[in-house]
């Protein structure tokens, strides 16, 4: 098999390290002892874990989900996580130069050292970096290969929710909530860990929320479609489904987290207000997969926000959630966070914003030094598109957002937009160049002086347990020519400035979002290649991945570029994220009529199934929200 060789690579010591630290750049990327960071006896600990994040330490420590997993599993007093991130090529150049295997930051234990390796996989252009640092760590690649006394290797996050591309390069994965299945997992695991590997991955897969692919069988039509996934033996469930932390004021939440040497790209305090998301817009995966919306209650967060100040020393907390201008309790919160902590100097942050002037309000009140920009995603430039994607912003509201902003004293607003997207025309691109227009318009009318506009466009992708799923993605060559149509176009608008997503790393976003298992030959073949970081522009290598794909005699475009029947039956359909594929049709159908659906918070339920399927019947808001009327 692959990389055994590896294997006789030798364990690197801290005064190694020291040695070449400064050679490479961010040394404080590899050297572990952070502030909060957690050492444990490796000898008194019964199952040992290494959390993989397969990108760079700025990015992997900014994700909320590595915290809250960090901390829960150390809470207990028989296990251990440690952490380990994508070496940056010039570390890892130094890495096969010296022969030192991947460690981990705490112990600087050999990653292959470890019962358990679980990668976080947030985004579907990472899946080289996982092949490249199990060969760093010198475990091997395909599941198949590994043998007893190697390391479990586990994934969960959002692409989760389709790991067939992925699925001959582990062992398991962990659906839906992951601190309400892991410690679970790793129970069962401890309870087992001498049997026979392939024993513990049959009782592992009875673990709802599990899905061990090596015990399913699938099988094609002559068209190439799937045909079935099937298990192959009794006791292993036909789907998966989610797992879901109902309770989030009960549920894990860590109150010292670790605090970077370095600047991280998001560096600040995190509170998580709620989870989920009833906004319902068709292109949008996590408004789907993490369904149901899920408050916490006004006094949990006042308390962790203390704790979590006091533990860390930032100066700074970001209220997160897909919409935290939809938690019920929003204003009251950050009225009581200023109260509370803004004397001593630290600020609150709004990540997500709608596009109202109740937004704008409460960004002024949160902004103790004016920022320069504002935030919002009208996602398409015509009200008729906005309704086909079930956007429900009126360009009124829009309107009302901007001119609030520069009449408070915002000199510049940012703006997210999609191209791509299903039923566009050129009309609705010039949609967005009018709509740009008079956001600039606005602005000089307030007389905002270095008045800055920036629009964000990125390229729609259809992704899994979405109403769009059955749609065709635009090829890069056709998103080129409308990203140069809007360039040409733009030129009058002084002040004005667009900035593009890049159609081929969207292109290869989309046919791993809906791939099925035969795509891993590919994804081998690119990493061979020499393919890696593929989310970062300079080293994203669209020639190999082509190559990668012909060497292996698979079209692309079956993926991505061809519409689909509703009869079709998809890989990720052995995933239940609890929301159901009859409602997924209808709001397709109501996409291509026009007509919008409401929010369910506030309107009728709309039958998506999620409730009735996972059992919810609570109080979704806390102390002071509002229940969910299903």
């Known amino acids: 098999m692959d990389n055994i060789e590896v294997r006789n690579k030798k364990q690197v010591g801290r005064e190694e390290l020291s040695r070449v630290l400064l050679s490479v750049n961010r040394p404080a990327r590899y050297t572990g002892g952070e502030y909060n960071s957690i050492v444990k006896d490796w000898d008194k600990a019964s199952v040992k874990m290494a ?40 570390m890892e150049e130094v890495m096969r130069r010296e022969g030192w295997v991947l460690y981990s930051l705490e112990s600087f234990r050999p990653v292959r050292e470890f019962d358990v390796v679980g990668f976080s996989l947030q985004y579907e252009l990472s899946f080289t970096n996982v092949l490249n640092m199990l060969e760093l760590a010198g475990i091997p690649l395909w599941s198949g290969g590994r043998r007893e006394g190697d390391p479990l290797v586990i994934a969960g996050g959002p692409v989760c929710f389709n790991p067939e591309p992925v699925t001959p390069f582990f062992d398991a994965f962990l659906i839906g909530d992951g ?33 061990v692919p090596g015990l399913y069988k699938v099988s094609y039509n002559d068209d190439g479609t799937l045909r079935e996934t099937r298990p192959l033996q009794e006791g292993i469930p036909s789907r998966v489904k989610k797992r879901v932390v109902q309770d989030l004021d009960q549920a894990y939440y860590p109150l010292n987290p670790v605090v970077p040497f370095l600047d991280i790209v998001h560096d600040r305090a995190v509170l998580e207000v709620m989870r989920g998301c009833q906004r319902a817009c068709r292109f949008c995966q996590a408004g789907m997969t993490y369904r149901p919306v899920r408050e916490k209650s006004f006094s949990t967060l006042v308390n962790q926000a203390q704790a979590v100040l006091e533990n860390t020393g930032y100066e700074e907390i970001s209220l997160a959630s897909l919409s935290t201008a939809d938690y019920s309790n929003v204003e009251r919160l950050v009225e009581a966070l200023i109260k509370q902590h ?32 504002l935030t919002f995603a009208p996602e398409a430039g015509t009200e008729r598109l906005r309704r086909v994607i079930n956007k429900n912003v009126s360009e009124e509201d829009l309107m ?171 890989p990720w359909d052995i995933i239940d994220s609890g929301v159901d594929k009859e409602y997924l049709i209808s709001e397709h159908e109501r996409s291509r009529l026009g007509i919008s659906t409401p929010d369910c918070r506030y309107d009728k339920c709309v039958g998506c199934g999620v409730c009735p399927t996972l059992g919810v019947e609570l109080d979704l808001r806390g102390e002071e929200g509002f229940a969910p009327t299903s």
């Not at 004397?343 to 002024?364: C, E, M, N, T, Y």
């Not at 794909?549 to 079709?568: H, K, Q």
């Open 400 to 570: 009302a957002a901007v001119e609030a902003a520069f009449a408070a004293g915002w000199n510049g607003v940012k703006l997210y937009f999609m191209i791509g997207l299903p039923t566009e025309t050129y009309e609705d691109l010039d949609g967005i160049l009018d709509l740009l227009s008079r956001v600039r318009g606005a602005g000089r009318a307030k007389g905002v002086k270095r008045l800055n506009i920036t629009a964000s466009i990125s390229n729609f992708v259809p992704k899994p347990h979405t109403p769009f799923q059955w749609e065709p993605q635009l090829k890069p060559a056709e998103l080129e020519a409308r990203r140069r149509y809007l360039l040409n176009k733009v030129k009058g608008l002084k002040g004005v400035h667009l900035d593009f997503h890049d159609p081929e790393t969207s292109y290869l976003e989309g046919i791993m979002a809906r791939g099925d298992r035969r795509l891993a030959s590919a994804i081998y073949r690119a990493y061979r290649l020499g393919c890696k970081f593929d989310g970062w522009k300079e080293f994203f290598r669209a020639d190999l991945w082509s190559q990668a794909f012909a060497e292996e005699n698979i079209d692309p475009d079956f993926y991505t570029a061809r519409r689909r029947e509703y009869t079709e039956v998809f």
């Open 51 to 90: 959390l993989a994040f397969p990108d760079v330490y700025e990015v992997g420590m900014s994700h909320l989900g590595g915290r809250i997993l960090y901390g829960l599993v150390n809470s207990q007093p028989d296990y251990l996580l440690e952490r380990v991130f994508a070496p940056w090529p010039d």
């Open 179 to 211: 601190e309400d299945v892991l410690l679970e997992f790793l129970a069962v695991l401890n309870q087992n860990r001498d049997r026979p590997r392939k024993e513990v991955l049959s009782i592992l897969a009875t673990i709802e929320g599990v899905y």
């Open 342 to 373: 803004g004397a001593r100097g630290i600020g609150v942050s709004l990540p997500s914003l709608r596009a109202d002037a109740f937004s704008v309000k409460l960004a002024s009140e949160v902004q103790k030094v004016r920022k320069t920009t």
